[in-house]
């Protein structure tokens, strides 16, 4: 598995495995508390913020 494979399987792990009752642990400031994310929500924030960086070019 090539480094980038593993990190997105970590990714993945981290994201659908971590500790119930959350499927996925986010920091969020107090003002947000109590607001869920689902999985697609955290997916979609991070290719947003990895667009809007030019991060992958």
Do not use: C
């Amino acid at each position: 598995m090539n480094a980038d494979s593993l990190d997105a399987a970590r990714y993945r792990w981290l994201r659908d495995h971590s500790v119930p009752p959350h499927n996925f642990y986010i920091s969020v400031p107090d003002e947000f508390h109590g607001v869920k994310f689902k999985p697609s929500d955290v997916d979609a924030y991070i290719d947003a913020a990895i667009a809007k960086q030019d991060v992958l070019r």
